[in-house]
């Protein structure tokens, strides 16, 4: 049985990537920094599909986390077939020096950790004529957005590479699939029960199971890009036609309601 590799796998948006693939018949290797919850998942998919669910500790935004990895997966004898990249870090704060800390680990995950795997698996597979090869970016890549300074910046590097490695590999049988959402009904955000509700109604708001829908969708029909909702061409469009100190009078309005921490993605 092939292997699905899922990072951040165990919770939110992961876990749902795990379960949607599971469904598939894909064994897992799931890859986390919360032990609790990498065991609970890993027995849960196990139960629930029958497959295999391998938990697989890690800090993937350590120095040298993508060769530490592919060391692991060699040490298990696994070399997976599908690789999502979905651990990642989120927060509202504007720039402070006490959040430089956790910009640093964000431009780790995002960036230096992806990109050295990518390689990584993108040459095993390569040698081998097959893989697929998933990449969360967002729909911030295409947005200047002060309070997510940082992550839309790391995301529209995400964008660029993904899109590029596309093209790379697609000859030797690789598909490098970059997915882009737009707003997705979890706690997240911090907006209230009832924005949430009214969201989803409207069709602005989608739940993770019909964005992981899409996305595996795309990823195994081989698409370049996934940008699943109405919102993607509509807000980066409205957001650029701003003038500068519009945009910046409403920065300005919505600085007060920032201050969350940053959590894993």
Known sequence: MAYALVTGGSSGMGLEYSRQLAARGYDLVL?????????????ALEGEFGVKALPLFMNLAEPDAARTLMSR????????????????????????????????TMLQLHVHFITMSVALFGLRMKERGSGRILIV?????????????VYSATKAYLRSFGESMYYELRPYGVAVTTVCPAAIDTPLYGLSDNMRKWGKRLGFIHTPAWLVRRALRGLFRGRCRVSPSILNPIVPALVNLLPPPLEGYIWKKLKPRLGRGGKPI
């Open 137 to 149: 970016s967002s729909m911030a890549a295409r947005i200047p957005a002060p309070g997510i300074t």
């Open 73 to 104: 997966l060699d040490e298990m004898s696994v070399d997976p077939e599908v690789v999502i990249h979905n651990a990642g870090l989120f927060f509202f704060r504007e720039m402070t020096a006490e959040l430089l800390p956790k910009f640093e």
């Open 31 to 43: 890859v986390s920094n919360q032990q609790e919850q990498l065991d609970e998942a890993s027995r």
